[in-house]
C-alpha cells in the first residue's frame, strides 16, 4: 500500500513540475519498485481523467459525477439543493490537478437546471490531505460512534446482519 502511495504522490509531482522547454525534455515518468524493477510510462499522465471518463476494462465501473449525483438524488428533496452547492472536498486524491475544476463541470453538465454545484476545497495541501482522518478522528471519539462499533464476537455471532443493524438502521 505504501508503495502505491509513494507512486501516485511522485507521479502526481512530476506532472505538476513545470518544465522550462517541453520540446527538449521527454514526457516520461520512471518509478522504482522496493524489488528494483522499473516502470517507465511513456505517456503524459492525466490523473483526474480516470474519475470522471468510464473505465474501458472495467464495464461496472462508474464515473465520480455519476455516482454523486445519485447519492444527490437520495436526499431529502427540501436540502438537495444546498447539498450540491456546498461541495467540500477532501482527501490525497482532491490534490490531482484540475480535480476540483473537473468535478464541479462534470455535475453541473448532468445537473437539474436550476442546481448548480459550488465545490470548495482548500488551498493548503496538508490539511485537505489530512481532513479526513481529522474528521473520523473527531466521530470515533463520540459515545454515538462507539455504540456502532462491532466487535468480533458480534460479527462471528451474527454475521454480515449486524453491520445493517447497527450502521444503516
Known amino acids: 500500500m505504501a508503495t502505491a502511495r509513494a507512486f501516485k504522490e511522485q507521479a502526481l509531482k512530476f506532472q ?25 510510462i511513456n505517456e503524459k499522465l492525466n490523473f483526474t481523467r480516470d474519475y470522471f471518463d468510464p473505465v474501458s476494462e472495467n464495464p461496472q465501473s462508474i464515473e465520480l459525477h455519476i455516482s454523486l449525483i445519485h447519492c444527490f438524488q437520495e436526499c431529502d428533496i427540501d436540502v438537495r439543493k444546498n447539498i450540491v452547492s456546498n461541495l467540500v472536498l477532501t482527501g490525497g486524491n482532491s490534490l490531482l490537478p484540475n480535480f476540483t475544476e473537473s468535478l464541479e463541470e462534470s455535475i453541473n453538465s448532468i445537473s437539474a437546471h436550476n442546481i448548480k454545484s459550488k465545490v470548495f476545497a482548500s488551498s493548503k495541501s496538508l490539511e485537505r490531505k489530512m481532513a479526513p482522518w481529522i474528521g473520523a478522528s473527531i466521530m470515533a471519539s463520540t459515545g454515538a460512534f462507539q455504540n456502532m462499533w462491532i466487535s468480533s464476537h458480534e460479527y462471528s455471532e451474527l454475521g454480515d446482519s449486524v453491520i445493517y443493524r447497527k450502521c444503516v438502521n
Open 16 to 40: 505538476s513540475t513545470p518544465r522550462e522547454n517541453k520540446e527538449a525534455e521527454p514526457e516520461f515518468f520512471e518509478f522504482e519498485l522496493p524489488d528494483g524493477e522499473k516502470i517507465v
